[in-house]
């Protein structure tokens, strides 16, 4: 077991997953690959990413997004081999469902090849929370850190005796319709892409560097009279850009329904705590 490296992958726009996972990692306290972390969060990180991501152990996260994996990540995991190898998957969902997209990235790994040492399903601040809903604001917490920590130790302990797969049965994805397929294509009905203030932002380029699809005009930031331009179609949502500007030059504006909100403020009303699956 001490000879096993552990290499941690993750999708992780507004560093929610990143967090939870390094904790993961330190309290498995394993051996790491030469390249311990690959992010697979922008278009340049993912090229080829599957020649990087060679631990004899991987941790493998992503953020629960509209219940299914982010479907960015899914040409990723097609491309792995597992030839045998243990795969740890954790989902992070926003204080709202995980749906299905814990048991979706069990069923494709272990169709690429690879064993289910454990899983887990763990909170973070949902990329929605504004002044109006507080999804899971300050999440993950010390609490959520500990519990992640812990789930590392006990799985460390787990690989030096005999492990074996975990029970939990994984859900291949569903098939949906062309124009529900995406689920990204879901979030544009409910949150508009992010408000610009030109008089806040420096034209520094830390959004358009940190998006996840390439959505932000690189000629926006060119001088003051370029309007700030998004790809409606492209940009998911994530939100990312909006957390990572260092002058706050970014905002969300939601746009959904009377009824989707109450439908969030109940989430926002519930306590969720993480989930692990080590048996």
């Given at each position: ?5 552990l290499?941690?992958?993750?999708f992780?726009p ?9 904790q993961?990692a ?7 690959t030469?390249?311990?972390y690959?992010?697979?969060t ?10 990087k991501i ?7 996260g ?10 960015m ?21 926003g204080?709202?469902t ?11 790994f272990?169709?690429q090849g ?8 763990f ?13 899971g ?38 098939e949906?319709?062309?124009?529900e ?17 030109p008089?806040?932002?420096?034209r520094?380029?830390v ?13 926006s ?6 309007p700030f ?16 500007c ?6 969300i ?23 692990v699956?080590?048996?």
């Amino acid at each position: 077991m001490h000879d096993q490296s552990l290499q941690v992958v993750f999708f992780s726009p507004t560093k929610n997953t990143q967090k939870i996972l390094a904790q993961i990692a330190g309290g498995m306290n394993l051996p790491l690959t030469a390249q311990p972390y690959i992010d697979l969060t922008t278009i340049l990180h993912r090229k080829n990413a599957n020649e990087k991501i060679i631990g004899d152990i991987i941790l493998f996260g992503v953020p629960v997004y509209v219940s299914k994996i982010p479907s960015m990540v899914l040409p990723v995991i097609a491309a792995l081999e597992g030839n045998g190898r243990w795969i740890i998957p954790v989902s992070v969902s926003g204080h709202v469902t995980h749906g299905e997209c814990l048991e979706n990235m069990i069923w494709l790994f272990r169709h690429q090849g690879f064993r289910i040492l454990a899983a887990g399903k763990f909170i973070g601040r949902h990329s929605f929370t504004t002044l109006e809903f507080s999804l899971g604001e300050n999440r993950p917490n010390s609490k959520d850190m500990h519990s992640a920590r812990e789930f590392g130790r006990t799985m460390a302990k787990k690989l030096r005796n005999s492990p074996t797969e975990i029970v939990l049965q994984g859900i291949p994805p569903s098939e949906e319709s062309e124009e529900e397929e995406i689920p990204e294509r879901k979030a544009q009905s409910l949150v508009d892409s992010p408000m610009h203030d030109p008089e806040k932002c420096q034209r520094c380029r830390v959004c358009y560097a940190h998006c996840p699809v390439d959505a932000i005009d690189f000629d926006s930031f060119a001088n003051e009279q370029n309007p700030f331009v998004v790809d409606q179609d492209l940009c998911f949502r994530c939100f990312g850009c909006v957390y990572i500007c260092p002058f706050d030059a970014l905002s969300i504006q939601l746009v959904m329904t009377p009824e989707k909100r109450q439908e969030f403020l109940q989430y926002d009303k519930e306590i969720q705590n993480p989930e692990v699956f080590l048996a």
